[in-house]
């Protein structure tokens, strides 16, 4: 093959295969677990991407209102310590420069900005992509990223028509941060669904028990 044929149809793809790609996962992370490790982890090995940030959400307004949301600063050092220095998975918190509520458009389109050698996707669990549709400035945000979307069990509703949506599988994991919240409340176990020093921090803070 000619070589200037070889690079045309390496460039034909969605993606120029020299291009760094960085997949953006989203979330609370209130308290992280095993879950969101396990999701970031299969994603970059699956599609082969250079890194997986997590990206820990300042005022998440799908949530504000509905119960007390620990303060970023702490899920960011929860989330560090749950990552422990992993390999192509990185806490990130450029959703923290700004007060107030962060949107993925708009984390995209900055990021997009900084770093435009870069190819994002956005990465999430499949609950969170059935309402894909009500987020911030969802016409745009349809277009203009690749969106990796990860089984969740418990969710079944239809995925939304219309947008990039790249399936990946991993094993099927009930964690959540709503479930490991009420353990925690409660004296209830949560050894081996969230990392050991994750543990040891929000037991030290005291921050999931019922404040009296
Ligand atoms: P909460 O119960 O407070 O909503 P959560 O466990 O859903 O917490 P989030 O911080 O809300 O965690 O989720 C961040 C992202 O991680 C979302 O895209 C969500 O779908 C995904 N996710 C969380 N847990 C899992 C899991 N066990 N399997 C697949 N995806 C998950
Ligand atoms: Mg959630």
Same mark, same amino acid.
């Given at each position: 093959?000619? =070589? ?6 390496? /460039? ?5 295969? *020299?291009?760094?790609?960085? &997949?953006?996962? %989203?979330?609370?992370? #209130?308290? @992280? ?8 982890? /299969? ?12 990206? +820990?959400?300042? #005022?998440?307004? /799908? ?6 949301? !620990?303060?970023?600063? =702490? ?5 560090? $310590?749950?990552?422990? %220095?992993? @390999?192509?998975?990185? $806490? ?14 708009? *984390?995209?389109?900055?990021? /997009?900005?900084?770093?435009?050698? +870069? $190819? ?10 059935? &309402?894909?549709? !009500? ?17 969740? @069990? ?9 947008? =990039?949506?790249?399936? +990946? ?16 409340? !409660? ?16 037991? $030290?803070?005291?921050?999931?028990? @019922?404040?009296?």
């Amino acid at each position: 093959m000619a =070589k200037s044929e070889e690079s045309h149809h390496a /460039q034909s793809g969605r993606y120029n295969v *020299t291009q760094r790609r960085i &997949g953006i996962f %989203g979330g609370t992370f #209130d308290p @992280p677990h095993l879950g969101h490790l396990i999701v970031a982890d /299969q994603v970059r090995d699956t599609l082969n991407l250079g890194e997986v940030w997590l990206v +820990v959400a300042n #005022d998440p307004w /799908q949530k504000s209102g509905s119960r007390e949301i !620990t303060p970023a600063a =702490k899920r960011l050092e929860m989330l560090e $310590a749950a990552l422990d %220095g992993a @390999p192509g998975l990185r $806490a990130s918190d450029v959703e923290l420069e700004e007060p107030g509520p962060s949107y993925s458009f708009d *984390t995209l389109s900055m990021l /997009q900005q900084r770093m435009p050698d +870069v $190819a994002w996707s956005l990465i999430v669990g499949r609950d969170a992509a059935v &309402g894909l549709p !009500t987020w911030h400035r969802a016409d745009e945000l349809k277009e203009m990223a690749e969106i990796i979307v990860v089984n969740r @069990p418990g969710s079944s509703e239809p995925l939304p028509d219309g947008w =990039k949506l790249t399936m +990946v599988d991993m094993p099927a994991l009930e964690i959540s941060s709503t479930d490991l919240r009420h353990r925690l409340a !409660t004296g209830a176990s949560v050894r081996y669904l969230m990392p050991d020093p994750v543990i040891n921090l929000a037991t $030290a803070w005291g921050i999931y028990r @019922p404040s009296e």
